[in-house]
């Protein structure tokens, strides 16, 4: 049996399972006023019904990283194959929202270790960086978050992360700069070392 009243937005949050969540109706109802603070009809535009509770919903997901629930378990494997080169995942997309203005960031992560004893599974670093982007989060912190955690759960020889990201509140608003690219990067360990660092860069611009 259905719950009452349902939209169809509605029933599509009901399988993402936040309908019930009473942040949506918190939410929607500050959007609403923002709209009318903007002097628009957020009742009558029919291109603005429900758009409060789209936003609500919205907000759910790509914030969802807030959560502490969502954290990808960082499943280990025993360095069987004693392998102390680099593991390298590139060019991993993501889209995040800045803290600072609420519009999106989004570009590329690279994220690479030498192991110790222990190695991961592949899946899991993009998933690290997906959930420290689905929140309110500035670049820099992005970065270290990924590295803190890989070196904490993994003790490896090193770590590094790179990411590189357009920011709208760069290119939208501010000094409107379309196209910059911000770079920021992390790095412990042994890349610290002049030659591994060289290797990240290396493997990194190639493609
Ligand atoms: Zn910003």
């Known amino acids: 049996m259905s719950p009452p009243h349902l939209t169809q937005d509605d029933s599509v949050a009901l399988e993402n399972g936040n309908v019930t969540d009473p942040r949506v109706d918190q939410i929607a109802g500050h959007v609403k006023e923002i709209i009318r603070i903007l002097g628009l009809c957020p009742d009558q535009d ?17 914030f969802s990283g807030l959560d502490a629930g969502t954290q990808p378990k960082l499943t280990t494997f025993p360095n069987d194959e004693h392998y102390t080169s680099m593991v390298m995942e590139k060019e991993i997309a993501f889209y995040s929202m800045c803290a600072h203005h609420f519009v999106p960031f989004y570009g590329h992560g690279h994220i690479a270790y030498i192991p110790n004893d222990k190695i991961v599974g592949l899946s899991k670093l993009p998933r690290l960086l997906e959930f420290y ?23 490896p020889q090193g770590v590094m992360v790179v990411i590189e990201a357009r920011h709208l509140c760069v290119e939208m608003r501010g000094v409107k700069k379309p196209g910059a690219v911000t770079v920021t990067s992390a790095i412990r360990g042994i890349f610290l070392e002049k030659a591994v660092r060289e290797e990240f860069l290396d493997l990194m611009r190639r493609r």
Not at 51 to 58: C, L
Not at 133 to 155: C, D, G, M, N, V
């Open 133 to 155: 982007a689905r929140r309110p989060q500035i670049q820099e912190r992005l970065t270290e978050q990924i590295a803190s955690t890989l070196e904490e759960e993994l003790t």
């Open 46 to 62: 029919p291109n603005l019904i429900n758009t409060d509770r789209r936003v609500a919903r919205m907000y759910l997901d790509i």
